[in-house]
């Protein structure tokens, strides 16, 4: 639906108003049936039907819809992917892995994905939206923690994984953050913002047993002289980790953070010069 072929109707624009004094850009079938107790089912399924084909409305999910703004040719109009996070995975979710990692500033190259971090199983776990592809990762009880509300514009706030809780979540399911090189970049980028005994507690409180030596190997091959390094050390199990979970498991060990060094070490400390 071009621009100039746009109609709003006097249904449509009481709609569209209230929702825009509410300061919402999206809602629900049962939004809108809330909004007109006094009004058919039937008919606000239409009216909004009338809405999506007129192009003032875009489809996200079923029986979920966002606002398309006037002015914008409702044909390739793309609300930032960040802000459907919320319409698309309910109230109890959070951003995460490569798509934190862009919120937080430490990747050069977005993905045509965006991860949520769920507390339920949704399904499908991908969907798609205009080109777009949207994932849904399950974290159980124990790892669904470390997450507030960040800017990702000048008026636009989102629930986002916090740094500390991006990067164990990236080292915990490496493959999810586009490998271990990525991570390590990240890391040496974040070196002097992070908290690091923060980290400390949420690795304790996360529970995972390849994560503390992930950490510990890739600070100390950087030569990030972080303050948790021996504490990181006194809680690794006997167990041996795969350093990166995107390549095959082969290379040599590394005994003091029991680690399986299965990516040249040269490639991860060229990220200090990239």
């Given at each position: 639906?071009?621009?100039k072929h746009?109609r709003?109707?006097s249904?449509?624009?009481e709609?569209?108003?209230?929702?825009?004094?509410m300061?919402k850009s999206?809602f629900?079938?049962d939004?809108v049936?809330?909004?007109?107790?006094?009004?058919e089912?039937?008919?606000?399924?239409?009216?909004?039907?009338r809405?999506?084909?007129e192009?003032l409305l875009?489809?996200?999910?079923?029986g979920i819809?966002y606002?398309?703004p006037?002015?914008q040719?409702?044909?390739s109009y793309?609300?930032d992917?960040h802000?459907l996070?919320?319409?698309l995975?309910g109230?109890?979710?959070?951003?995460?892995y490569y798509?934190?990692?862009?919120i937080h500033n430490?990747?050069t190259?977005?993905?045509?994905?965006?991860?949520?971090?769920?507390?339920?199983?949704?399904?499908?776990?991908?969907?798609?939206?205009?080109?777009?592809k949207?994932?849904?990762?399950?974290?159980?009880?124990?790892?669904f923690?470390?997450?507030?509300?960040t800017w990702i514009?000048?008026f636009?706030k989102?629930?986002?994984?916090?740094?500390?809780?991006t990067i164990?979540?990236?080292l915990h399911?490496?493959?999810y953050?586009?490998g271990?090189?990525e991570?390590?970049?990240a890391?040496y980028?974040?070196k002097d913002?992070?908290?690091?005994d923060?980290?400390?507690?949420?690795?304790?409180?996360?529970?995972s047993?390849?994560v503390p030596?992930?950490?510990?190997?890739?600070l100390?091959?950087?030569g990030?002289?972080a303050p948790?390094i021996?504490?990181?050390?006194?809680i690794?199990?006997?167990s041996i980790?795969i350093?990166d979970?995107?390549?095959?498991?082969?290379g040599a060990?590394?005994?003091?953070?029991?680690i399986?060094?299965?990516v040249d070490?040269?490639t991860?400390k060229?990220v200090?010069?990239t």
């Amino acid at each position: 639906m071009d621009i100039k072929h746009k109609r709003i109707t006097s249904k449509a624009g009481e709609i569209l108003t209230r929702f825009n004094v509410m300061d919402k850009s999206w809602f629900t079938y049962d939004d809108v049936i809330k909004m007109f107790p006094q009004t058919e089912i039937k008919t606000i399924r239409q009216q909004i039907l009338r809405m999506v084909n007129e192009g003032l409305l875009l489809r996200v999910k079923e029986g979920i819809f966002y606002i398309i703004p006037y002015e914008q040719d409702s044909l390739s109009y793309m609300p930032d992917w960040h802000l459907l996070a919320e319409p698309l995975a309910g109230k109890h979710y959070y951003i995460g892995y490569y798509s934190a990692l862009q919120i937080h500033n430490l990747i050069t190259q977005p993905s045509l994905k965006e991860q949520i971090v769920v507390n339920s199983q949704i399904k499908p776990s991908i969907i798609e939206i205009r080109g777009v592809k949207f994932q849904f990762i399950y974290h159980n009880s124990k790892h669904f923690f470390g997450y507030k509300k960040t800017w990702i514009d000048s008026f636009n706030k989102v629930l986002c994984s916090d740094l500390e809780k991006t990067i164990i979540d990236c080292l915990h399911k490496p493959d999810y953050a586009g490998g271990i090189v990525e991570i390590a970049k990240a890391i040496y980028i974040a070196k002097d913002k992070l908290k690091y005994d923060q980290l400390l507690n949420y690795i304790v409180k996360f529970g995972s047993q390849s994560v503390p030596k992930r950490l510990g190997y890739i600070l100390e091959l950087l030569g990030i002289n972080a303050p948790c390094i021996e504490e990181l050390n006194k809680i690794l199990t006997d167990s041996i980790a795969i350093l990166d979970t995107t390549t095959p498991k082969e290379g040599a060990i590394n005994t003091r953070w029991r680690i399986q060094q299965n990516v040249d070490l040269e490639t991860i400390k060229s990220v200090i010069y990239t």
